[in-house]
């Protein structure tokens, strides 16, 4: 449940707050610094102690992220990761190089990661902010973590023209996942669906419109919005007005594609009635079932499955009567067919061996293969009943499309009307045999 709001201010104030510009507290760690996953303290925290940089491990496999957390609230929150895609053995080590270069190697010494800013790296430090530097002797940052966010955004971290924030493939998978979210260098902010497991981009599913967009700027005040050049809000996209005084605070693409703006009281005196833990204040897009619709690609949830809307935008994805989840663990793997699919022999004339599962408001856009209007119902039933390549029909006034799989784009909602038709084995007892997902590399 949304917390109530904080604090009765105005919006155009609180938008117009600027960032802060009083003195960070910095505690130097050294050149020459290093930690590693055996060490019992294997973090540098900020000097408030809020935010942490160090090793987390993932798992039970013996593998660890060098990753930014939440530091003083139980879940230990994950902001930031260098090696999501690449997950360190136990022994690895990180190092502040005397020629101040960043390094995550594992036992052997083999480079994972690094961050190589140019000469003149003094110390780096872990800020307040949850931002990581690496500092000059004058305090000018040549590298941060703020200038590559994974898939999280601070109160006064910006989202630069050719920024991106990527979704993580799962709760407990940190690598890149299905969704990213990108400021175009034509100043559009998208969010798009990825060519998984690739990193390209496949199907957009929401974007700013804007041509002029410069930064995404997650100011101190928790407002989050599209600016231009000159400081122009082009795009509001989170207007919650909350303290980040006593309010942890974070926006994050999470692994249904959907942006979440998160507060966190930061004691339980300034939670009210609410839980010590994190509430949602907005998120985008409103309805991620409805907002992915593409030629290629499995849609919001997984091919053959169907995408259900709940509270703060969660969804959840779910298999049509006779169909079970590929992999059970993953949600997005997809749907199998649990039963023998109707022969298309002509000497066997299997019609009577099937009949259908209704499911109102439900449909599975772009995976027909025929569509006929003016009929009733009973002979769209037919029509799919007699043709062996027909999965699925919709019925809608007076429309009849017949479905083939792999069924993609599928979504339950009251907007939709009509009903489809599932076409299954009745009585099964031939299941099919499940084939191996692939593996997630």
Same mark, same amino acid.
């Given at each position: $449940?949304?917390?109530?709001?904080?604090?009765?201010?105005?919006?155009?104030?609180?938008?117009?707050?600027?960032?802060?510009?009083?003195?960070?507290?910095?505690?130097?760690?050294?050149?020459?610094?290093?930690?590693?996953?055996?060490?019992?303290?294997?973090?540098?925290?900020?000097?408030?102690?809020?935010?942490?940089?160090?090793?987390?491990?993932?798992?039970?496999?013996?593998?660890?992220?060098?990753?930014?957390?939440?530091?003083?609230?139980?879940?230990?929150?994950?902001?930031?990761?260098?090696?999501?895609?690449?997950?360190?053995?136990?022994?690895?080590?990180?190092?502040?190089?005397?020629?101040?270069?960043?390094?995550?190697?594992?036992?052997?010494?083999?480079?994972?990661?690094?961050?190589?800013?140019?000469?003149?790296?003094?110390?780096?430090?872990?800020?307040?902010? @949850?931002?990581?530097?690496?500092?000059?002797?004058?305090?000018?940052?040549?590298?941060?973590?703020?200038?590559?966010?994974?898939?999280?955004?601070?109160?006064?971290?910006?989202?630069?023209?050719?920024?991106?924030?990527?979704?993580?493939?799962?709760?407990?998978?940190?690598?890149? +996942?299905?969704?990213?979210?990108?400021?175009?260098?034509?100043?559009?902010?998208?969010?798009?669906?990825?060519?998984?497991?690739?990193?390209?981009?496949?199907?957009?599913?929401?974007?700013?419109?804007?041509?002029?967009?410069?930064?995404?700027?997650?100011?101190?005040?928790?407002?989050?919005?599209?600016?231009?050049?000159?400081?122009?809000?082009?795009?509001?996209?989170?207007?919650?007005?909350?303290?980040?005084?006593?309010?942890?605070?974070?926006?994050?693409? !999470?692994?249904? @594609?959907?942006?979440?703006?998160?507060?966190?009281?930061?004691?339980? !005196?300034?939670?009210?009635?609410?839980?010590?833990?994190?509430?949602?204040?907005?998120?985008?897009?409103?309805?991620?079932?409805?907002?992915?619709? +593409?030629?290629?690609?499995?849609?919001?949830?997984?091919?053959?499955?169907?995408?259900?809307?709940?509270? !703060?935008?969660?969804?959840?994805?779910?298999?049509?009567?006779?169909?079970?989840?590929?992999?059970?663990?993953? !949600? $997005?793997? @997809?749907?199998?067919?649990?039963?023998?699919?109707?022969?298309?022999?002509?000497?066997?004339?299997?019609?009577?061996?099937?009949?259908?599962?209704?499911?109102?408001?439900?449909?599975?856009?772009?995976?027909?293969?025929?569509?006929?209007?003016?009929?009733?119902?009973?002979?769209?039933?037919?029509?799919?009943? @007699?043709?062996?390549?027909? $999965?699925?029909?919709?019925?809608?006034?007076?429309?009849?499309?017949?479905?083939?799989?792999?069924?993609?784009?599928?979504?339950?909602?009251?907007?939709?009307?009509?009903?489809?038709?599932?076409?299954?084995?009745?009585?099964?007892?031939?299941?099919?045999?499940?084939?191996?997902?692939?593996?997630?590399?």
């Amino acid at each position: $449940m949304a917390l109530a709001p904080a604090y009765r201010l105005s919006l155009l104030v609180l938008l117009f707050v600027p960032f802060s510009i009083t003195a960070q507290t910095y505690r130097n760690i050294s050149l020459g610094s290093s930690l590693t996953t055996s060490d019992s303290n294997s973090s540098w925290a900020s000097p408030s102690e809020e935010f942490a940089f160090g090793f987390k491990q993932i798992g039970s496999g013996g593998r660890y992220l060098l990753a930014i957390w939440f530091n003083k609230i139980s879940e230990s929150t994950i902001v930031w990761s260098a090696n999501r895609d690449n997950l360190a053995p136990e022994g690895s080590k990180v190092e502040l190089t005397k020629d101040g270069k960043l390094v995550l190697n594992d036992p052997k010494g083999q480079q994972i990661w690094s961050a190589n800013p140019r000469t003149g790296v003094a110390y780096a430090a872990m800020l307040d902010t @949850g931002n990581f530097v690496l500092a000059t002797q004058n305090f000018v940052n040549l590298w941060e973590s703020f200038d590559l966010p994974t898939d999280t955004l601070l109160p006064t971290q910006t989202l630069s023209r050719g920024g991106t924030l990527f979704a993580p493939f799962s709760e407990t998978d940190y690598s890149r +996942g299905r969704f990213l979210v990108r400021l175009q260098d034509d100043g559009n902010l998208v969010f798009y669906t990825v060519n998984f497991p690739l990193d390209s981009t496949n199907v957009a599913y929401w974007a700013s419109d804007t041509t002029i967009g410069f930064q995404v700027v997650f100011n101190q005040s928790g407002f989050l919005y599209l600016a231009a050049r000159d400081g122009t809000i082009l795009k509001s996209i989170s207007a919650v007005p909350y303290s980040t005084t006593n309010f942890y605070q974070r926006v994050t693409l !999470e692994t249904d @594609g959907v942006l979440r703006h998160y507060a966190y009281p930061k004691s339980k !005196e300034t939670r009210a009635d609410g839980p010590l833990s994190w509430s949602t204040l907005s998120f985008t897009p409103s309805n991620i079932c409805l907002n992915i619709t +593409g030629d290629t690609g499995s849609g919001a949830c997984g091919f053959n499955s169907y995408c259900k809307l709940g509270d !703060e935008g969660r969804r959840t994805c779910e298999c049509p009567s006779g169909y079970t989840l590929i992999d059970p663990t993953d !949600e $997005m793997s @997809g749907c199998k067919q649990d039963f023998t699919p109707q022969s298309c022999d002509r000497k066997i004339d299997e019609t009577a061996l099937f009949t259908f599962t209704d499911m109102p408001d439900t449909d599975w856009p772009l995976s027909d293969y025929e569509h006929y209007t003016l009929v009733d119902e009973e002979w769209c039933r037919q029509a799919c009943l @007699g043709d062996c390549f027909c $999965m699925v029909a919709i019925f809608r006034n007076g429309n009849c499309w017949k479905k083939k799989i792999p069924l993609s784009n599928g979504r339950i909602d009251t907007t939709i009307g009509g009903k489809a038709l599932i076409k299954i084995r009745r009585n099964s007892t031939s299941p099919l045999i499940n084939t191996k997902k692939k593996t997630h590399h």
